[in-house]
């Protein structure tokens, strides 16, 4: 292993976030609080509690999902596709490090700024609503496996990406959209029957939903679903990475 | 046996190329079945018109292509199989300025070192930035850099790691005289080290100016590897023009030794003799052109272009 070159390719993307503070964490904690204020305080205190849990309360695993899905996705995209489009990737390229190596400097920066983000957050929350987290660590394996897996969902559509408009395209048009409908800021059992069943194959829910659990023990589905459904999705992508890099798709000519 | 300095073998190529073709996803071939063989030490100048694959096949031994056929060494390690080892001993300038924007001067060289796997190494940095007058600019974020400092900047990351072969990419294509200067007293310092450095040009001149060995490329094949010496031989011709005041219909006799080609309608007369050479013949063809009772109004010499010797070769090669 160069972990050498590993540590290299992670100090400059934190670096790149350093340089990006504001951008990168001040505006999620801000359109965070904005979330609570509208839907936590005052569309929040006419909603009746959600499963025994204030509304306010109930949203807030969401919200954070909604930002580490976009915020992974986001970062890790531009983090590769970046040195593509100004071409110091030649350097990654021509140096002594492999894949793997190339793609855990890359991920797990984004990761950690994901996860970073998710504390301030969490943080920004506890000043609105009461937070009681049932089950600590489970919340933080939820968090670092999301992390890790949209980041690396992140690294492939920045290697898939051409052009900026593609790079914006799956969060904007993918992620957003599940996220809302994925039991955010609802619990599906709110649903008619026929949306509810729809919900259930909308992958963001399961992850919602465990880490929902992680906090309040209540769940759309079991927690175990959720657990399994996160890790094939890590899996999936690992996958989809090493073919990339495998058949040199959209890196080596 | 290996080198006590470099830990490569001794006595063998330090770059061995053997039938390597490219062909590019558009179906475009850019390299056909090159063989090169780069010995341990040289100044080696790769020289070609544009799109003639000399990027391609740097590219190709820095593993920043793959090759659609053949096989590299680098160092007697296969640059794909053991692409760790191989890629270590390289520091490549490449043609083209990609820097980061925001990075500073001290942190991108840095960042280089350290991708290549090296420990942190204050001193060698700094020694890198001085040769390169890049010191007092060490702190400074590379886009207040002019292009110059940048392609300094390149050099500096590409030295970074003490490689052991170094790979220069068209390395004066629009450089000012100032860093040209610099750059070959620095190449000149590393052949000193025992550092293998690989350049590649269109300019005649440089290759005279530097290399050891000129290797020639045209349309993806390597036409000629020679000593340079050899080399401007063959390519070092001019062609000397002469107007005259009234034209030819045939070469006089007393000229016919001289090989001479009438153009123009009989307007010009042209002689291409041998640069190198102690005796070009100039003044002796001058003088029998006057004794043949000629008037020349105007003379000129040309270079023969790159272009020309190319198509020139390609014929004879052909
Ligand atoms: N990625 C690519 N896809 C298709 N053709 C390419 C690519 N890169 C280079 N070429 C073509 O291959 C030829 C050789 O290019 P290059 O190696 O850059 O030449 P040189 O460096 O000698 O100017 C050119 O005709 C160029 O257009
Ligand atoms: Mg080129």
Redesign the pocket.
Known sequence: MNWRGVYAIYRFEMARTGRTLLQSIVSPVISTTLYFVVFGSAIGSRITDVGGVSYGAFIVPGLIMLSLLTQSLSNAAFGIYFPRFIGTIYEILSAPVSAFEITLGYVGAAATKSLMLGVIILATASFFVPLEIAHPLAMLFFMVLTCFGFSLFGFIIGIWADNFEKLQLIPLLVITPLVFLGGSFYSIDMLPDVWRTVSLFNPVLYLVSGFRWSFYEIADVSPLVSLTAITFFLGACLMIVWLIFKTGYRIR? | MTDAGSGLPTGEPVISIRGVSKT???G?T?LSDVDLDIEQGEIFALL?P????????INIVCGIVGASAGRVLVGGNDNVAKYRQARELIGLVP?ELHTDAFETVWNTVSFTRGLFGKKTNPAHIEQVLKALSLWDKKDGEIMTLSGGMKRRVMIAKALSHEPRILFLDEPTAGVDVELRKDMWNLVRELRGTGVTVIL?THYIEEAEAIADRVGI?NKGRLILVDEKAALMAKLGRKDLMLQLEKPLTAIPESLAAYGLELRNGGRELVYTFDVVSKRTGVTRLLNDVKKAGLTVCDIETKQSSLEDIFVGLVKETA
Do not use: E, M
């Open positions: 000519a | 590019y996803g558009d475009f850019a070609g544009n799109g003639a694959g000399k990027t391609t096949l043609q590649t490329i």
